[in-house]
C-alpha cells in the first residue's frame, strides 16, 4: 500500500455508520481489526485485497481491541467483561467467548425490622444500587500486554472507567 492510502471507507448509500473506537493490527501486520458503535468487530485481511469481514454482535458497544496472537484478538467495553474472537479467514470470524470474571457478592441478609430501623435512621428512600457481577464495575477502556511477545501473549490488563485494573490470562 502507498503511505496515506484509504484502506476502507464504510457508509455507503443507506447505510448508517458507526465512529470507532479502538484499532490494532496484528502481530505481522496482515489484520487490522477495530471496534465501534454499532457492537460491530471489523477485520481487514491485506493479504486478501483489503477484504473487509464484519460480525455483528448482541452486545454493548466495544471500546477497545488488542490480538493476543495472529488470529485471535480480545474486545471489551460497555459490557465490563473482556471477549475473545478467532479470525482465520474472511468467512471465519467468530465470538470465541467471554472471559469470565464473576465478582463474589457481599451482600448480607437484613431482618425487616432492621430494614425499618436503618431507613428511620437515615430519614432516606431504600437507595439499592444495582451491582454488576463483573470484576470491572464500569466500562472497560483500555486492554494492554503484561506479559508475553506480541505473537503470543499470555497475559494482558484491563482497566476500566471504574479505576479497577485486572490482569487476564489468555485461553490456549
Not at 32 to 45: E, F, G, I, P, T
Not at 148 to 165: K, Q
Amino acid at each position: 500500500m502507498q503511505f496515506g492510502e484509504l484502506l476502507y471507507q464504510k457508509g455507503e448509500k443507506g447505510e448508517s455508520g458507526g465512529w470507532v473506537h479502538s484499532v490494532c493490527f496484528s502481530p505481522t501486520g496482515q489484520y487490522l481489526a477495530w471496534v465501534d458503535h454499532r457492537s460491530c468487530v471489523n477485520v481487514a485481511d491485506s493479504t486478501k485485497d483489503k477484504v473487509v469481514t464484519e460480525l455483528k454482535t448482541s452486545n454493548l458497544p466495544f471500546l477497545a481491541v488488542l490480538f493476543v496472537n495472529e488470529t485471535r484478538f480480545v474486545t471489551a467495553g460497555h459490557d465490563c467483561c473482556p471477549y475473545l474472537f478467532s479470525y482465520t479467514d474472511p468467512d471465519n470470524l467468530e465470538l470465541v467467548g467471554k472471559m469470565d470474571g464473576h465478582r463474589q457478592s457481599s451482600k448480607s441478609t437484613v431482618s425487616a425490622m432492621q430494614h425499618f430501623r436503618n431507613l428511620d435512621k437515615k430519614a432516606d428512600k431504600d437507595s439499592e444500587t444495582a451491582e454488576v457481577e463483573t470484576l470491572h464495575q464500569n466500562s472497560i477502556s483500555q486492554l494492554s500486554i503484561v506479559e508475553g511477545d506480541p505473537s503470543s501473549v499470555t497475559t494482558f490488563s484491563s482497566s476500566g472507567i471504574d479505576g479497577a485494573l485486572v490482569i487476564w490470562a489468555t485461553k490456549p
